[in-house]
């Protein structure tokens, strides 16, 4: 047993004899990601001089010729993803890799160097069939795991929102209702017929919110990816969106959605993660924290004026960008992430022959948030 004479240490900390301490950090707990020190990068040249993979304007569907182009170190994770998920929805929703994406990332029968390899298969690999060939027989989970570190490693694959874009999708929770917090209750209600006003009112209110606020934060997005200088890495992350919305609509279909009173049009995840929440609320909670920070990149001014809002200072770059990303899924609306996308292709109206002057449809915010925007879709239009 080592003799412990003459060791002084108190556990403070001063530095040691020839060693320097650590510098004081005075914010919050950091959050240290030891995947991140030592993952290989991979470089903005390799990433997009390697092979790429045609779509079409969907970015769903391969397309040959096609009018985009996807680098096939996230084109052939995806698609290979896609084609194994839907076999397993195939056979129950229950086998989906999304139900169990809160268990541990490799199951015993693989290796855990496995994830490494098959990373390092793809940034050697020059065509999607000799990717598909190698991961034939890799399950659904470590192919999503190969996936989101490939996501990591590249790191500039990030879009910078405005602050704009922040502070409204920081004031967004689709998956809660309007007293769904912890520290929200319905106020005391004195008999039943209250008790049932007020819930009716809360489910009222949240309608209202669910159907008028994609029209804004659509927007709000659709300008950031617009003045994206670096469109290579916008079209990237269209891709991203699109078919992770695409996964979460099948998996939320599967599960019986369209039997549970969830309507299967634009509302489906938001209307299923509110009636369903411990059926989906871990599946989303993961995904958020594995790729919202690399994802999306939210402006210095916004960090600073959160912090200085005491009830949101814990709220780290890590929490921050999977709320985002998570809300930004669950409003389900495809046509807005098209690389063709046009404002009057996703602007939602629920009244007929609408065309922004009916008082009583969804796109009135919009008309007063914009005015500037819906005078120039409606130029040379009457009343």
């Known amino acids: 047993m080592a003799s412990t004479e003459g060791d002084n240490s108190d556990g403070s900390t001063e530095p040691m004899p020839d060693r320097r301490s650590p510098p004081a950090y005075r914010n919050g707990p ?44 996230i084109a052939a994770p995806m698609l290979i993803l896609h084609a194994k998920h839907t076999e397993e929805l ?41 990717c598909q060939e190698r991961f034939a027989t890799v399950s659904t989970r470590v192919v999503f795991e190969v996936l989101v570190d490939v996501i990591q490693a590249v790191q500039f694959l990030f879009v910078p929102i405005s602050n704009d874009t922040a502070m409204a999708m920081l004031n967004v929770d689709f998956i809660n209702h309007k007293y769904g917090g912890l520290n929200d209750a319905f106020p005391p209600a004195d008999s039943e017929s209250a008790y049932v006003n007020q819930v009716t009112q809360d489910i009222i209110v949240d309608d209202f919110y669910k159907r008028r606020a994609p029209n804004i934060l659509h927007y709000l997005w659709f300008k950031d990816l617009e003045n994206l200088v670096d469109k290579e890495v916008g079209l990237v992350f269209r891709f991203l969106v699109l078919n992770l ?59 600073r004026q959160v912090y200085q809002e005491s009830p949101l200072r814990e709220l780290s770059e890590l929490v921050i960008g999977g709320k985002f990303l998570i809300n930004l899924l669950l409003m389900n609306q495809p046509d807005v992430w098209f ?35 819906v005078e120039s879709m409606t130029a040379g239009d009457s009343p």
């Open 339 to 373: 690389p063709a996308a046009e404002v009057q292709d996703f602007i939602l109206h629920d009244q007929p022959d609408c065309n922004f002057h009916v008082e009583q449809c969804i796109c009135q915010p919009f008309k007063s948030h914009f005015p500037h925007v």
């Open 90 to 130: 195939n056979q129950d929703y229950r086998r989906s890799f999304l139900s169990r994406l809160d268990f541990p990332t490799l199951p015993n029968t693989d290796p855990p160097e496995i994830i490494e390899e098959l990373t390092m298969f793809l940034r050697e690999a020059d065509t999607l069939e000799e």
């Open 245 to 303: 919305m695409q996964m979460l609509r099948q998996y939320c279909l599967a599960a019986g959605a369209s039997t549970a009173g969830v309507d299967e049009g634009q509302f489906l995840l938001i209307d299923y993660a509110q009636m369903h929440a411990g059926a989906i609320e871990e599946v989303l909670r993961v995904l958020g924290n594995k790729l919202g920070r690399y994802l999306i990149r939210a402006p210095a001014a916004f960090h």
């Open 30 to 73: 950091p959050i240290f990601c030891l995947m991140d020190i030592i993952r290989p990068v991979i470089s903005a040249d390799e990433f997009f001089r390697r092979p790429r993979v045609a779509f079409s304007g969907d970015l769903l569907t391969q397309a040959n010729p096609g009018d985009y182009f996807i680098p096939l170190l």
